[in-house]
Protein backbone atom coordinates (compact mmCIF):
# COMPACT_ATOMS: atom_id res chain seq x y z
CA UNK A 1 0.00 0.00 0.00
CA UNK A 2 1.56 3.36 -1.30
CA UNK A 3 1.48 6.10 1.05
CA UNK A 4 0.13 8.74 -0.75
CA UNK A 5 -3.09 6.04 -1.50
CA UNK A 6 -3.57 6.60 2.14
CA UNK A 7 -2.96 10.85 2.46
CA UNK A 8 -5.74 10.89 -0.68
CA UNK A 9 -8.20 8.53 1.21
CA UNK A 10 -7.16 12.21 3.86
CA UNK A 11 -5.87 9.12 6.64
CA UNK A 12 -3.29 10.71 9.19
CA UNK A 13 -0.99 8.34 8.34
CA UNK A 14 1.85 7.21 11.57
CA UNK A 15 5.36 6.15 10.60
CA UNK A 16 8.36 5.06 12.94
CA UNK A 17 11.99 5.02 11.90
CA UNK A 18 14.28 1.83 12.72
CA UNK A 19 17.89 1.46 12.19
CA UNK A 20 18.86 -1.82 10.55
CA UNK A 21 22.17 -3.60 13.07
CA UNK A 22 25.34 -3.74 12.02
CA UNK A 23 25.32 -7.26 11.40
CA UNK A 24 23.75 -10.06 9.58
CA UNK A 25 20.79 -10.89 12.75
CA UNK A 26 17.92 -9.30 12.33
CA UNK A 27 15.56 -10.91 15.05
CA UNK A 28 15.70 -8.78 17.67
CA UNK A 29 14.68 -6.23 15.08
CA UNK A 30 11.95 -8.19 13.88
CA UNK A 31 10.97 -8.71 17.52
CA UNK A 32 11.19 -5.36 18.45
CA UNK A 33 9.17 -4.05 15.44
CA UNK A 34 6.33 -6.60 16.06
CA UNK A 35 5.76 -6.01 19.60
CA UNK A 36 5.80 -2.34 19.58
CA UNK A 37 5.25 -1.38 15.98
CA UNK A 38 3.51 -3.41 14.25
CA UNK A 39 -0.12 -2.45 14.89
CA UNK A 40 0.57 1.02 16.08
CA UNK A 41 2.29 2.37 12.88
CA UNK A 42 1.09 2.26 9.41
CA UNK A 43 4.65 1.88 7.78
CA UNK A 44 8.23 1.21 9.00
CA UNK A 45 11.14 3.35 7.93
CA UNK A 46 14.49 1.68 7.25
CA UNK A 47 17.30 3.83 7.35
CA UNK A 48 20.03 3.62 5.01
CA UNK A 49 23.37 3.82 6.82
CA UNK A 50 22.05 6.14 8.93
CA UNK A 51 25.01 9.36 9.71
CA UNK A 52 27.01 7.29 7.35
CA UNK A 53 27.72 4.86 10.06
CA UNK A 54 27.91 1.56 7.86
CA UNK A 55 25.27 -1.28 8.24
CA UNK A 56 22.72 -4.06 6.88
CA UNK A 57 21.04 -2.68 4.11
CA UNK A 58 17.61 -0.63 3.76
CA UNK A 59 16.16 -2.80 1.00
CA UNK A 60 17.26 -6.18 2.27
CA UNK A 61 15.91 -5.05 6.07
CA UNK A 62 12.88 -3.82 4.00
CA UNK A 63 12.22 -6.88 2.73
CA UNK A 64 12.65 -8.57 5.74
CA UNK A 65 9.48 -6.35 7.07
CA UNK A 66 7.41 -7.60 4.28
CA UNK A 67 8.06 -11.02 4.77
CA UNK A 68 6.56 -10.33 8.41
CA UNK A 69 3.73 -8.36 6.97
CA UNK A 70 5.53 -4.96 8.34
CA UNK A 71 4.83 -2.20 5.73
CA UNK A 72 8.64 -1.04 5.07
CA UNK A 73 9.70 2.66 3.20
CA UNK A 74 12.78 1.89 1.67
CA UNK A 75 15.37 4.75 3.00
CA UNK A 76 17.75 6.24 -0.44
CA UNK A 77 20.57 8.56 0.05
CA UNK A 78 22.80 9.64 -2.03
CA UNK A 79 26.27 9.56 -0.80
CA UNK A 80 27.42 5.90 -1.53
CA UNK A 81 26.16 5.23 -4.40
CA UNK A 82 25.95 6.72 -8.23
CA UNK A 83 23.17 6.71 -10.03
CA UNK A 84 23.52 3.78 -11.99
CA UNK A 85 23.38 1.89 -8.70
CA UNK A 86 20.51 3.92 -7.52
CA UNK A 87 18.21 3.37 -10.01
CA UNK A 88 19.18 -0.38 -9.87
CA UNK A 89 18.38 -0.76 -6.30
CA UNK A 90 14.82 0.98 -6.59
CA UNK A 91 14.08 -1.37 -9.60
CA UNK A 92 14.93 -3.63 -7.61
CA UNK A 93 12.99 -2.54 -4.39
CA UNK A 94 9.79 -2.24 -6.62
CA UNK A 95 10.61 -5.99 -7.84
CA UNK A 96 10.33 -6.98 -3.88
CA UNK A 97 7.05 -5.05 -3.85
CA UNK A 98 8.61 -2.09 -1.73
CA UNK A 99 6.81 0.76 -3.22
CA UNK A 100 7.11 3.46 -0.37
CA UNK A 101 10.52 5.31 -0.93
CA UNK A 102 12.02 8.31 1.21
CA UNK A 103 14.54 9.77 -1.02
CA UNK A 104 17.67 11.52 0.54
CA UNK A 105 20.79 13.57 0.09
CA UNK A 106 22.71 12.40 3.27
CA UNK A 107 25.15 13.10 5.81
CA UNK A 108 28.77 13.42 4.48
CA UNK A 109 30.99 9.99 4.73
CA UNK A 110 33.24 12.49 7.19
CA UNK A 111 30.75 12.37 9.74
CA UNK A 112 30.30 8.34 10.33
CA UNK A 113 32.69 5.59 10.56
CA UNK A 114 34.13 5.23 7.55
CA UNK A 115 35.56 8.38 7.14
CA UNK A 116 38.05 7.37 4.80
CA UNK A 117 35.29 6.41 1.94
CA UNK A 118 34.76 8.54 -0.85
CA UNK A 119 31.22 10.54 -1.01
CA UNK A 120 29.39 10.10 -4.00
CA UNK A 121 26.85 12.56 -4.17
CA UNK A 122 26.32 11.80 -8.06
CA UNK A 123 22.86 13.00 -8.02
CA UNK A 124 21.56 15.07 -4.62
CA UNK A 125 17.96 14.55 -3.62
CA UNK A 126 16.55 16.27 -5.52
CA UNK A 127 17.83 15.22 -8.93
CA UNK A 128 16.82 11.28 -7.07
CA UNK A 129 13.60 12.43 -6.74
CA UNK A 130 13.42 13.56 -10.40
CA UNK A 131 15.07 10.08 -11.24
CA UNK A 132 12.48 8.27 -9.77
CA UNK A 133 9.74 10.17 -11.74
CA UNK A 134 11.60 9.31 -14.96
CA UNK A 135 11.54 5.50 -13.80
CA UNK A 136 7.94 5.58 -12.89
CA UNK A 137 7.19 7.46 -16.88
CA UNK A 138 9.16 4.39 -18.00
CA UNK A 139 12.78 5.59 -19.02
CA UNK A 140 15.80 5.71 -17.00
CA UNK A 141 17.93 8.83 -16.07
CA UNK A 142 19.39 8.44 -19.61
CA UNK A 143 16.44 8.30 -21.22
CA UNK A 144 16.91 4.49 -21.69
CA UNK A 145 13.11 3.08 -22.07
CA UNK A 146 12.52 0.55 -19.60
CA UNK A 147 10.91 -2.91 -20.09
CA UNK A 148 7.41 -3.71 -19.22
CA UNK A 149 5.70 -2.54 -17.02
CA UNK A 150 6.88 0.82 -15.21
CA UNK A 151 7.00 1.08 -11.34
CA UNK A 152 5.05 2.99 -9.22
CA UNK A 153 5.60 4.62 -5.81
CA UNK A 154 5.31 7.17 -3.00
CA UNK A 155 8.20 9.20 -3.21
CA UNK A 156 8.94 11.05 0.33
CA UNK A 157 11.17 13.53 0.94
CA UNK A 158 12.48 15.55 3.79
CA UNK A 159 12.27 19.08 5.12
CA UNK A 160 13.69 20.98 8.29
CA UNK A 161 11.28 23.15 9.40
CA UNK A 162 12.82 24.61 12.57
CA UNK A 163 16.17 25.72 10.26
CA UNK A 164 18.05 28.74 11.08
CA UNK A 165 17.39 29.47 7.57
CA UNK A 166 14.01 27.91 7.04
CA UNK A 167 13.85 30.03 3.56
CA UNK A 168 16.36 28.19 1.98
CA UNK A 169 14.57 24.77 3.16
CA UNK A 170 11.67 26.10 2.02
CA UNK A 171 13.00 26.53 -1.30
CA UNK A 172 14.58 23.50 -1.35
CA UNK A 173 11.53 21.85 -0.68
CA UNK A 174 10.07 24.13 -3.43
CA UNK A 175 12.31 22.15 -5.70
CA UNK A 176 11.77 18.94 -4.49
CA UNK A 177 7.92 19.34 -5.19
CA UNK A 178 8.56 20.43 -8.70
CA UNK A 179 10.74 17.58 -9.25
CA UNK A 180 7.71 14.76 -8.28
CA UNK A 181 7.91 14.75 -3.99
CA UNK A 182 4.63 13.40 -3.52
CA UNK A 183 5.11 13.73 0.54
CA UNK A 184 7.06 14.68 3.24
CA UNK A 185 8.41 14.20 6.47
CA UNK A 186 10.19 16.67 8.86
CA UNK A 187 13.29 16.65 10.93
CA UNK A 188 12.28 16.53 14.22
CA UNK A 189 10.34 19.39 15.92
CA UNK A 190 10.89 20.70 19.35
CA UNK A 191 9.08 24.10 19.02
CA UNK A 192 5.43 23.76 17.79
CA UNK A 193 5.03 27.42 17.23
CA UNK A 194 7.97 27.17 14.37
CA UNK A 195 6.03 24.39 12.78
CA UNK A 196 2.68 25.85 12.30
CA UNK A 197 4.40 29.27 10.90
CA UNK A 198 6.32 26.99 8.69
CA UNK A 199 2.96 24.87 7.82
CA UNK A 200 1.37 27.96 6.87
CA UNK A 201 4.08 28.41 4.17
CA UNK A 202 4.38 24.76 3.27
CA UNK A 203 0.53 24.82 2.29
CA UNK A 204 0.95 26.65 -0.84
CA UNK A 205 3.04 23.35 -2.54
CA UNK A 206 -0.16 21.12 -1.77
CA UNK A 207 1.76 18.12 -0.57
CA UNK A 208 1.35 16.21 2.50
CA UNK A 209 3.57 16.78 5.47
CA UNK A 210 4.25 14.59 8.29
CA UNK A 211 5.25 15.60 11.61
CA UNK A 212 8.87 15.04 12.32
CA UNK A 213 9.21 13.98 16.18
CA UNK A 214 12.65 12.67 18.35
CA UNK A 215 12.25 11.22 21.64
CA UNK A 216 14.35 13.27 24.09
CA UNK A 217 15.99 10.73 26.19
CA UNK A 218 18.39 13.16 28.45
CA UNK A 219 19.65 16.65 28.77
CA UNK A 220 22.87 15.06 27.96
CA UNK A 221 21.22 14.23 24.60
CA UNK A 222 19.12 17.27 23.79
CA UNK A 223 22.38 19.37 24.69
CA UNK A 224 24.13 17.35 22.20
CA UNK A 225 21.19 17.64 19.43
CA UNK A 226 21.26 21.59 20.19
CA UNK A 227 24.93 21.96 19.51
CA UNK A 228 25.63 19.25 16.46
CA UNK A 229 22.31 18.65 14.68
CA UNK A 230 21.26 20.94 11.97
CA UNK A 231 17.37 21.84 11.83
CA UNK A 232 16.80 21.00 15.58
CA UNK A 233 16.40 23.84 18.42
CA UNK A 234 15.43 21.90 21.95
CA UNK A 235 13.94 24.90 23.87
CA UNK A 236 15.07 25.98 27.41
CA UNK A 237 11.74 25.15 29.37
CA UNK A 238 11.28 21.53 27.60
CA UNK A 239 15.36 21.38 29.06
CA UNK A 240 14.41 22.16 32.42
CA UNK A 241 11.10 20.04 32.25
CA UNK A 242 13.56 17.19 31.45
CA UNK A 243 16.55 18.22 34.48
CA UNK A 244 13.68 18.28 37.41
CA UNK A 245 12.44 14.78 37.96
CA UNK A 246 15.54 13.06 37.09
CA UNK A 247 13.84 9.40 37.47
CA UNK A 248 10.60 10.30 35.44
CA UNK A 249 13.43 11.57 32.53
CA UNK A 250 15.52 8.28 33.15
CA UNK A 251 12.35 6.05 32.77
CA UNK A 252 11.67 7.91 29.78
CA UNK A 253 8.34 9.19 31.53
CA UNK A 254 9.23 12.67 30.55
CA UNK A 255 10.55 12.20 27.03
CA UNK A 256 7.12 10.53 26.13
CA UNK A 257 5.22 13.20 27.82
CA UNK A 258 6.91 15.88 25.92
CA UNK A 259 6.22 13.97 22.43
CA UNK A 260 3.31 13.53 23.22
CA UNK A 261 2.61 17.19 23.66
CA UNK A 262 4.28 18.03 20.74
CA UNK A 263 2.24 16.27 18.71
CA UNK A 264 -1.48 17.06 20.23
CA UNK A 265 0.29 20.82 19.18
CA UNK A 266 0.69 20.20 16.23
CA UNK A 267 -1.43 17.52 14.85
CA UNK A 268 -3.94 19.41 13.21
CA UNK A 269 -1.61 21.44 10.90
CA UNK A 270 -0.11 18.36 9.46
CA UNK A 271 -1.19 15.24 7.21
CA UNK A 272 0.86 12.17 9.39
CA UNK A 273 3.22 11.41 12.16
CA UNK A 274 7.06 10.03 11.94
CA UNK A 275 8.55 8.94 15.32
CA UNK A 276 12.02 8.45 15.13
CA UNK A 277 12.65 6.85 18.55
CA UNK A 278 16.40 6.03 18.14
CA UNK A 279 16.59 2.82 20.05
CA UNK A 280 13.26 3.28 22.15
CA UNK A 281 10.48 1.97 20.30
CA UNK A 282 9.42 0.25 23.74
CA UNK A 283 7.51 4.23 24.30
CA UNK A 284 6.29 4.66 21.08
CA UNK A 285 2.95 2.94 22.20
CA UNK A 286 2.69 4.73 25.16
CA UNK A 287 3.30 7.94 22.96
CA UNK A 288 0.83 7.54 20.18
CA UNK A 289 -1.90 6.70 23.00
CA UNK A 290 -0.85 9.78 25.15
CA UNK A 291 -1.60 12.03 21.72
CA UNK A 292 -4.61 10.42 21.34
CA UNK A 293 -3.86 8.55 18.17
CA UNK B 1 46.89 24.03 -11.06
CA UNK B 2 48.60 21.77 -8.83
CA UNK B 3 50.18 21.17 -6.21
CA UNK B 4 53.36 18.24 -5.79
CA UNK B 5 54.08 17.65 -1.84
CA UNK B 6 57.01 15.19 -0.81
CA UNK B 7 55.83 11.45 0.94
CA UNK B 8 57.42 11.54 4.61
CA UNK B 9 61.05 10.07 4.15
CA UNK B 10 59.76 6.58 5.60
CA UNK B 11 57.67 6.62 2.72
CA UNK B 12 60.65 7.35 0.52
CA UNK B 13 63.25 4.99 1.73
CA UNK B 14 60.90 2.57 1.99
CA UNK B 15 60.57 2.86 -2.21
CA UNK B 16 64.21 3.21 -2.98
CA UNK B 17 64.86 -0.46 -3.02
CA UNK B 18 68.23 -1.51 -4.65
CA UNK B 19 70.02 0.69 -7.20
CA UNK B 20 67.66 3.65 -6.99
CA UNK B 21 67.76 6.49 -10.27
CA UNK B 22 65.96 9.56 -9.14
CA UNK B 23 64.15 12.45 -11.56
CA UNK B 24 63.13 15.35 -10.44
CA UNK B 25 60.68 17.71 -12.41
CA UNK B 26 61.21 21.18 -11.20
CA UNK B 27 58.18 21.79 -12.26
CA UNK B 28 56.36 24.23 -14.71
CA UNK B 29 54.91 27.35 -14.13
CA UNK B 30 51.33 26.03 -12.77
CA UNK B 31 52.79 23.38 -10.03
CA UNK B 32 54.46 23.82 -7.27
CA UNK B 33 57.38 21.68 -6.08
CA UNK B 34 59.22 21.45 -3.09
CA UNK B 35 62.92 21.71 -4.65
CA UNK B 36 64.99 22.77 -1.21
CA UNK B 37 63.05 19.72 0.58
CA UNK B 38 63.51 17.52 -2.58
CA UNK B 39 67.32 18.22 -2.30
CA UNK B 40 67.91 18.22 1.24
CA UNK B 41 66.25 14.43 1.34
CA UNK B 42 67.98 13.03 -1.70
CA UNK B 43 71.45 13.68 -0.71
CA UNK B 44 70.00 12.31 3.15
CA UNK B 45 69.02 8.75 1.05
CA UNK B 46 72.40 9.22 -0.66
CA UNK B 47 73.88 8.70 2.57
CA UNK B 48 71.71 5.41 3.58
CA UNK B 49 70.87 4.40 0.27
CA UNK B 50 72.56 3.15 -3.25
CA UNK B 51 71.48 6.34 -5.33
CA UNK B 52 73.13 5.82 -8.82
CA UNK B 53 72.08 9.53 -9.89
CA UNK B 54 69.60 12.32 -9.40
CA UNK B 55 68.39 14.23 -12.49
CA UNK B 56 66.36 17.25 -12.48
CA UNK B 57 64.98 18.36 -15.62
CA UNK B 58 61.76 20.31 -16.15
CA UNK B 59 58.70 19.01 -17.93
CA UNK B 60 59.51 15.42 -17.66
CA UNK B 61 55.33 14.86 -18.51
CA UNK B 62 56.48 15.97 -22.32
CA UNK B 63 57.09 12.28 -23.63
CA UNK B 64 59.37 13.63 -26.66
CA UNK B 65 61.36 16.04 -23.89
CA UNK B 66 61.61 13.05 -21.65
CA UNK B 67 63.16 10.55 -23.61
CA UNK B 68 65.62 13.36 -24.61
CA UNK B 69 66.64 14.17 -21.05
CA UNK B 70 66.97 10.55 -20.34
CA UNK B 71 69.03 9.71 -23.56
CA UNK B 72 72.62 10.29 -21.79
CA UNK B 73 71.51 8.79 -18.44
CA UNK B 74 70.00 5.48 -20.11
CA UNK B 75 72.84 3.45 -19.16
CA UNK B 76 72.20 4.67 -15.36
CA UNK B 77 68.87 3.74 -15.80
CA UNK B 78 69.04 0.55 -17.23
CA UNK B 79 71.51 -0.12 -14.32
CA UNK B 80 68.79 0.73 -12.01
CA UNK B 81 66.30 -1.47 -9.98
CA UNK B 82 63.91 1.40 -8.66
CA UNK B 83 63.74 5.03 -10.65
CA UNK B 84 62.03 7.08 -8.26
CA UNK B 85 60.19 9.85 -9.45
CA UNK B 86 59.40 13.49 -8.03
CA UNK B 87 56.95 15.21 -10.19
CA UNK B 88 53.15 15.34 -10.22
CA UNK B 89 51.21 12.23 -10.70
CA UNK B 90 51.16 13.13 -14.52
CA UNK B 91 55.06 12.93 -14.80
CA UNK B 92 55.08 10.06 -12.95
CA UNK B 93 53.08 8.13 -15.15
CA UNK B 94 55.02 9.36 -18.38
CA UNK B 95 58.00 7.96 -16.75
CA UNK B 96 56.59 4.44 -16.00
CA UNK B 97 55.07 4.49 -19.40
CA UNK B 98 58.26 5.53 -21.34
CA UNK B 99 60.01 3.19 -18.42
CA UNK B 100 58.03 0.45 -19.24
CA UNK B 101 60.27 -2.49 -17.52
CA UNK B 102 61.27 -0.66 -14.88
CA UNK B 103 59.52 -0.50 -11.37
CA UNK B 104 58.99 3.53 -11.35
CA UNK B 105 57.35 5.15 -7.99
CA UNK B 106 56.71 8.34 -6.89
CA UNK B 107 58.17 10.36 -4.51
CA UNK B 108 55.04 12.79 -4.44
CA UNK B 109 51.45 13.20 -3.81
CA UNK B 110 49.77 15.33 -6.10
CA UNK B 111 46.86 17.76 -5.37
CA UNK B 112 44.91 20.55 -6.94
CA UNK B 113 46.02 23.53 -6.10
CA UNK B 114 42.61 25.66 -5.83
CA UNK B 115 42.59 29.03 -6.63
CA UNK B 116 45.02 29.69 -9.00
CA UNK B 117 44.23 30.27 -13.01
CA UNK B 118 47.20 31.46 -14.59
CA UNK B 119 49.56 32.66 -12.32
CA UNK B 120 47.93 34.75 -9.70
CA UNK B 121 46.31 33.06 -6.81
CA UNK B 122 42.78 34.12 -6.44
CA UNK B 123 40.81 33.38 -3.65
CA UNK B 124 37.89 31.03 -5.61
CA UNK B 125 38.07 27.69 -6.43
CA UNK B 126 37.10 26.17 -9.49
CA UNK B 127 36.64 22.73 -9.68
CA UNK B 128 36.43 22.67 -13.67
CA UNK B 129 33.13 20.77 -13.33
CA UNK B 130 32.58 20.92 -17.15
CA UNK B 131 29.11 22.61 -16.41
CA UNK B 132 29.25 25.93 -15.21
CA UNK B 133 26.12 26.31 -12.69
CA UNK B 134 27.67 29.65 -11.80
CA UNK B 135 24.72 31.63 -13.39
CA UNK B 136 22.06 29.76 -11.53
CA UNK B 137 23.88 30.37 -7.87
CA UNK B 138 24.42 34.07 -7.82
CA UNK B 139 27.87 33.65 -8.96
CA UNK B 140 28.97 31.44 -5.97
CA UNK B 141 30.38 28.12 -7.18
CA UNK B 142 28.20 25.20 -6.10
CA UNK B 143 30.97 22.69 -6.57
CA UNK B 144 33.62 23.91 -4.21
CA UNK B 145 31.41 25.71 -1.95
CA UNK B 146 29.08 23.18 -1.06
CA UNK B 147 30.70 20.07 0.51
CA UNK B 148 28.34 17.64 -1.35
CA UNK B 149 28.78 19.70 -4.48
CA UNK B 150 24.84 20.21 -4.38
CA UNK B 151 23.32 21.71 -7.51
CA UNK B 152 19.44 21.84 -6.60
CA UNK B 153 19.87 23.62 -3.17
CA UNK B 154 20.66 23.06 0.71
CA UNK B 155 20.55 19.90 2.29
CA UNK B 156 19.85 19.74 5.74
CA UNK B 157 22.53 19.67 7.61
CA UNK B 158 23.50 23.41 7.53
CA UNK B 159 23.59 24.92 10.93
CA UNK B 160 24.03 28.56 11.97
CA UNK B 161 25.04 28.84 8.44
CA UNK B 162 27.65 26.69 8.69
CA UNK B 163 28.82 23.71 6.69
CA UNK B 164 28.14 20.06 8.70
CA UNK B 165 31.36 18.99 7.15
CA UNK B 166 32.72 21.80 8.37
CA UNK B 167 31.67 24.52 11.33
CA UNK B 168 34.07 26.78 10.31
CA UNK B 169 33.08 26.86 6.83
CA UNK B 170 30.23 29.07 5.59
CA UNK B 171 27.39 26.78 4.40
CA UNK B 172 27.63 27.31 0.16
CA UNK B 173 24.21 27.01 -0.25
CA UNK B 174 23.47 29.75 2.62
CA UNK B 175 25.78 31.88 0.92
CA UNK B 176 24.03 31.10 -2.45
CA UNK B 177 20.58 31.84 -1.35
CA UNK B 178 21.96 34.91 0.29
CA UNK B 179 23.39 36.39 -2.29
CA UNK B 180 20.71 35.72 -4.85
CA UNK B 181 18.73 37.55 -1.85
CA UNK B 182 20.56 40.46 -2.01
CA UNK B 183 20.38 40.19 -6.16
CA UNK B 184 17.07 40.31 -5.93
CA UNK B 185 17.25 37.03 -8.21
CA UNK B 186 15.41 34.16 -5.85
CA UNK B 187 13.15 33.37 -8.93
CA UNK B 188 16.66 32.12 -10.30
CA UNK B 189 15.95 29.01 -7.82
CA UNK B 190 12.75 27.71 -9.48
CA UNK B 191 14.86 26.62 -12.52
CA UNK B 192 14.21 22.57 -13.10
CA UNK B 193 16.00 20.25 -11.46
CA UNK B 194 19.63 20.06 -12.60
CA UNK B 195 21.31 16.92 -13.17
CA UNK B 196 25.14 16.64 -12.75
CA UNK B 197 27.02 15.96 -16.33
CA UNK B 198 29.74 13.99 -15.46
CA UNK B 199 31.15 13.17 -19.22
CA UNK B 200 33.79 14.94 -20.41
CA UNK B 201 33.41 16.96 -23.24
CA UNK B 202 36.25 16.59 -24.62
CA UNK B 203 39.02 13.37 -25.06
CA UNK B 204 42.13 14.30 -23.25
CA UNK B 205 44.06 11.32 -23.45
CA UNK B 206 46.98 11.06 -25.58
CA UNK B 207 47.25 9.53 -28.89
CA UNK B 208 51.26 9.94 -29.08
CA UNK B 209 51.85 6.68 -30.99
CA UNK B 210 48.90 4.86 -30.96
S1 LIG C 1 30.29 25.50 -11.46
FE1 LIG C 1 32.09 25.87 -10.22
S2 LIG C 1 33.46 24.16 -10.67
FE2 LIG C 1 31.91 24.19 -12.29
S3 LIG C 1 32.91 25.40 -13.94
FE3 LIG C 1 31.63 26.81 -12.71
S4 LIG C 1 33.07 27.68 -11.20
FE4 LIG C 1 34.04 25.84 -12.04
S1 LIG D 1 25.68 22.21 4.82
FE1 LIG D 1 25.59 23.54 3.02
S2 LIG D 1 27.71 23.48 2.17
FE2 LIG D 1 27.52 21.79 3.62
S3 LIG D 1 26.96 20.06 2.35
FE3 LIG D 1 25.01 20.94 3.13
S4 LIG D 1 24.38 22.40 1.55
FE4 LIG D 1 26.53 21.90 1.13
New binding site residues.
Given amino acids: MRLTELFERGEFVVTAEVGPPKGINIDHLIDEVNTYLKDRVTAVNVTDNQSSVMRLGSLATCKAFKDEGIPPIFQVTCRDRNRIALQSDILSAAMLGIDNLLLLTGDHTTLGDHPQSKPVFDLDSVSLIHAVKQLESGVDLAGNELVGEPPKFAKGAVVSPCSDSVDVQLAKMEAKVKAGADYFQTQAVYEPEKFIEFMEKAKQFGVPVMLGVVIPKSVGMVKFMNANVAGIHVPDHLIEELKKDKEKTKAGITGVEITARIIKECKDYCDGLHIMALGWESKVPDILTLAGL | MLITQLKSKDAIASLAQGKTFVINCHGCKEVYFPEYQADELQKELAAEKDITEIMTRDYICNPDHLQLQLEKYMDKVKDADTVLVCSCGVGVQTVAKYLEEKRVFSGCDTYPLPGFQGVTPQE???????????NY?GGV????ACSKSLVNGQCGGSKNGKCEVDKDMECGWERIYRKLEKLNKLDTLKHPTKVRDYKKPFDFSTKDGE
Fill in positions: LDCAQCGECYLTCPIT
